[in-house]
């Protein structure tokens, strides 16, 4: 106990010594100096050190670059059937004008149902292509008008097939979080999408849950969240909505 | 005597006292990225920092993953090279495929106490020997030559951390 008790103090006065050393480090580049003073058991230890001053032709040089998340393809390296997304966005506080420079945010899974992300310790690579597949964002044009491209969203347990949207405004105040369902049947895209085992989509509609059963869309009974859906599995399938907002 | 191959990880932090133009456009980039995601967790607007929302709001967590796609751009900047840490000869060399980045702390009033990490994972070195408080390593992958392996020294210093280990007999 008393043994723990000092290897604490030990590393504490450590920790309390150093940190403001290195962030006295982290300022500029030069000679970076750590001195600690340990006293363990009655003797006292003093140990420097100090690392050499990066020494090097100058560069790479920073540029200022905007999120990965701003793109219009947000395929990356995902597969699937072929699909346009289509949004525009109008404001109810303008009598339901176009609102241009609005940013949008949107993200849906792929076409097994998994969403980028990392959970619990999980390091990404630098394989900066793929990590944040299915998500992107863009800004509304003078018709309040975004398009994506994408695969066709894939399903998974206890929801209907849906795309996520974030709409802010154009100095970022979020204006609008709300998803987008689909069309059903058996002629639909859904159905006729997640049958297709050519396209690598492997769940068929078993299971699915419906538009009327999702708890997020249940409530929506004039469809005013679905989109058109238009196309076919071979051509490729391509959604339009008009989403309203106040800004 | 088994071949020792780590990976050393340096985290890097990343707030309002940084001063190399570099992490000052990731201090900016993530913090307007912060801005943007943080109120899908925060749509009742009822907390300000991220310790806060983290807390209440345990998908949050997921903002760690989100904000990261505000640096993956300057990442590349750095042409897989761990930015900082030099060897004795005060160069850069160590080379990263993988990272980790957190934000620390980050409060949407308050941009003085943004804090964010990116945690550098090198590739595997093979560690040698250790020479007072220096590391001898070499490249994993380097080929050994007739007169040896190129290695390099570098010293073990706060934020820098062995955090793998595989030994293999050999």
Same mark, same amino acid.
């Given at each position: 106990?008393e043994?723990s008790?000092?290897n604490?103090?030990?590393n =504490?006065l450590?920790?309390a010594?150093?940190?403001?050393l290195?962030?006295?480090?982290?300022?500029?580049d %030069?000679v970076t100096?750590t001195t600690?003073?340990t006293t363990?058991t009655?003797?006292?230890?003093? %140990?420097?050190?100090?690392?050499v001053t990066?020494t090097?032709?100058g560069?790479? =040089?920073?540029t200022?670059?905007?999120?990965s998340?701003?793109r219009s393809d947000?395929r990356?390296?995902?597969?699937g059937?072929a699909?346009?997304?289509?949004?525009?966005?109008?404001?109810?506080?303008n009598?339901?004008?176009a609102?241009?420079?609005?940013?949008?945010d949107i993200w849906?899974?792929d076409k097994d149902?998994?969403?980028?992300e990392?959970?619990?310790t999980s390091?990404?690579?630098?394989?900066y292509?793929?990590?944040?597949?299915?998500?992107?964002?863009?800004t509304? $044009?003078?018709?309040?008008?975004?398009?994506?491209t994408s695969?066709?969203?894939?399903w998974?347990?206890?929801?209907a097939?849906h795309?996520?949207?974030?709409?802010?405004?154009s100095?970022?105040t979020?204006l609008?979080?709300s998803?987008i369902? =689909?069309?059903?049947g058996s002629?639909?895209a859904v159905?006729?999408?997640n049958?297709s085992?050519a396209?690598?989509?492997?769940k068929?509609?078993t299971?699915?849950?419906?538009n009327?059963?999702? $708890?997020?869309?249940? $409530?929506?009974?004039?469809?005013a969240?679905?989109g058109t859906?238009?196309?076919?599995v071979?051509?490729?399938?391509a959604l339009?909505?008009t989403?309203?907002v106040?800004? | 005597?088994p071949?020792? @191959?780590?990976?050393l990880?340096y985290?890097k932090?990343? /707030?309002?006292? !940084?001063q190399?133009?570099? /992490?000052k456009?990731v +201090? &900016?980039?993530t913090?307007?990225?912060f801005?943007?995601?943080?109120q +899908?967790y925060?749509? &009742?607007?009822?907390?300000n920092?991220f310790?806060e929302v983290l807390?209440?709001?345990? @998908? @949050?967590e997921?903002l760690?993953f989100?904000?990261s796609?505000a640096?993956?751009g300057?990442?590349?900047?750095?042409g897989s090279r761990i930015?900082?840490i030099?060897?004795n000869?005060?160069? #850069?060399f160590?080379n990263f495929?993988?990272y980790r980045f957190e934000?620390?702390n980050?409060?949407?009033?308050n941009?003085?106490? #943004?804090?964010?990490a990116i945690?550098f994972?090198?590739?595997p070195?093979?560690? #040698?020997d250790t020479?007072?408080?220096y590391?001898?390593?070499s490249?994993?992958?380097s080929?050994?030559?007739? /007169?040896?392996?190129?290695?390099n020294l570098?010293q073990?210093?706060? +934020?820098?951390s062995?955090c !793998?280990?595989? &030994?293999?007999?050999t």
């Amino acid at each position: 106990m008393e043994h723990s008790r000092k290897n604490f103090l030990k590393n =504490f006065l450590i920790g309390a010594t150093s940190v403001p050393l290195i962030l006295e480090a982290c300022k500029k580049d %030069t000679v970076t100096e750590t001195t600690t003073t340990t006293t363990t058991t009655g003797t006292t230890t003093t %140990t420097g050190s100090c690392t050499v001053t990066p020494t090097e032709t100058g560069g790479p =040089f920073p540029t200022i670059t905007p999120s990965s998340l701003v793109r219009s393809d947000i395929r990356l390296d995902r597969t699937g059937v072929a699909f346009t997304i289509n949004i525009t966005i109008k404001n109810k506080n303008n009598g339901c004008a176009a609102l241009s420079g609005a940013l949008i945010d949107i993200w849906h899974c792929d076409k097994d149902g998994y969403y980028s992300e990392y959970g619990g310790t999980s390091m990404q690579t630098v394989d900066y292509t793929a990590v944040h597949f299915l998500r992107g964002r863009q800004t509304t $044009d003078a018709n309040g008008l975004v398009t994506f491209t994408s695969i066709f969203p894939g399903w998974y347990q206890s929801r209907a097939t849906h795309i996520h949207i974030h709409i802010y405004n154009s100095a970022g105040t979020s204006l609008l979080i709300s998803q987008i369902s =689909f069309p059903e049947g058996s002629t639909s895209a859904v159905a006729l999408v997640n049958a297709s085992t050519a396209n690598g989509y492997t769940k068929g509609m078993t299971g699915y849950t419906y538009n009327a059963s999702d $708890d997020v869309f249940k $409530d929506d009974t004039t469809g005013a969240q679905t989109g058109t859906v238009t196309g076919s599995v071979s051509a490729g399938y391509a959604l339009a909505i008009t989403l309203y907002v106040a800004a | 005597m088994p071949k020792r @191959a780590i990976r050393l990880c340096y985290r890097k932090i990343i /707030d309002t006292s !940084s001063q190399k133009t570099w /992490d000052k456009y990731v +201090f &900016e980039s993530t913090y307007a990225e912060f801005l943007l995601q943080v109120q +899908f967790y925060n749509q &009742e607007k009822k907390y300000n920092s991220f310790a806060e929302v983290l807390l209440n709001i345990p @998908a @949050a967590e997921k903002l760690h993953f989100l904000v990261s796609a505000a640096v993956t751009g300057y990442l590349q900047q750095l042409g897989s090279r761990i930015p900082d840490i030099t060897d004795n000869l005060g160069k #850069h060399f160590l080379n990263f495929k993988n990272y980790r980045f957190e934000i620390i702390n980050s409060h949407i009033k308050n941009k003085a106490s #943004h804090q964010v990490a990116i945690n550098f994972i090198s590739e595997p070195l093979i560690w #040698h020997d250790t020479i007072g408080s220096y590391l001898l390593v070499s490249d994993a992958g380097s080929e050994k030559k007739e /007169d040896g392996v190129i290695t390099n020294l570098v010293q073990l210093q706060p +934020f820098l951390s062995i955090c !793998s280990l595989k &030994e293999e007999t050999t």
